[in-house]
């Protein structure tokens, strides 16, 4: 089975600009995560999609969007860019998106993002 | 709210020589614990998990975990490493039960760096 894939694997914008970021899921998984990566704030939680629905929210401000399609890949949109918003950006699947039964989630390689 | 400490940001060991990279977390209810790879430019690998049963919890690479509830720890060990085993190494925890939301909290991470 193909890992979860994302694209592009590295992007540079400027201060201002909008980005979108894509993932593709593992083959069956309906659950999709998104999280940032920074040497200071370690891993954070950004939302998590399960059906083309929002399931779960992290502590992000607005300028942070998603979407999920039908066959589960998701995309990640973040608008009037920041500085601070240089990180990795790390997306995981899983089969069912399931807290209760510890799950494992599976991520993908990431997308660097830098802004300048 | 699920909180995870990972007590050492760095971690140099020589070859073959044994490493514990530790964790400690903090949970009003019953949590999964993982631990996770990350090789550099890479996502994260799934390197263990716990859900329940047996304590002490192998997985891959040779590596294994113990989870003591009293001390609400879940270290990492490995009783002989290797050059290949220099990454950074995450300790998560999601809550039990209720829902349907997937959070995974991650702790700051651990750089290990094996040296020859």
């Known amino acids: 089975k193909a890992g979860v894939t994302q694209t592009p694997r590295y992007l540079i914008k400027t201060r201002g600009q909008q980005v979108t970021l894509s993932c593709s899921p593992i083959?069956?998984?309906?659950?999709v995560s998104w999280y940032q990566q920074t040497p200071g704030q370690g891993l954070q939680f950004l939302f998590e999609?399960?059906?083309?629905?929002?399931?779960n929210k992290g502590n992000f401000p607005g300028r942070f969007s998603g979407r999920q399609f039908s066959n589960s890949r998701s995309e990640m949109n973040v608008s009037t860019l920041e500085l601070g918003d240089s990180a990795l950006y790390l997306c995981?699947?899983?089969?069912?998106?399931?807290?209760?039964?510890?799950?494992?989630?599976?991520f993908g390689p990431g997308t660097r993002l830098l802004v300048l | 709210a699920q909180s995870v400490t990972q007590l050492d940001s760095q971690v140099p060991v020589f070859e073959e020589a044994p490493v514990e990279l530790r964790c400690n977390y903090s949970?009003?209810?019953?949590?999964?614990l993982f631990w996770y790879v990350q090789y550099p430019n890479q996502g994260l690998q799934l390197l263990l998990k716990?859900?329940?049963?047996?304590?002490l919890v192998k997985g891959i690479n040779g590596f294994e975990a113990e989870f003591n509830k009293s001390q609400t720890s879940f270290h990492l060990r490995k009783p002989s490493v290797h050059i290949s085993d220099t990454a950074e190494y995450f300790c998560?925890?999601?809550?039990?039960?209720?829902?349907?939301?997937?959070?995974?909290?991650f702790g700051k991470g651990t750089l290990l760096t094996v040296n020859p």
């Open positions: 949970s009003s209810v019953s949590v999964y």
């Open positions: 083959s069956g998984h309906r659950s």
């Open positions: 716990y859900l329940s049963g047996s304590t």
């Open positions: 995981a699947s899983s089969q069912n998106g399931l807290a209760g039964s510890g799950e494992t989630q599976y």
């Open positions: 999609y399960f059906s083309e629905t929002q399931r």
């Open positions: 998560a925890v999601s809550e039990r039960g209720g829902g349907s939301n997937y959070k995974l909290t």
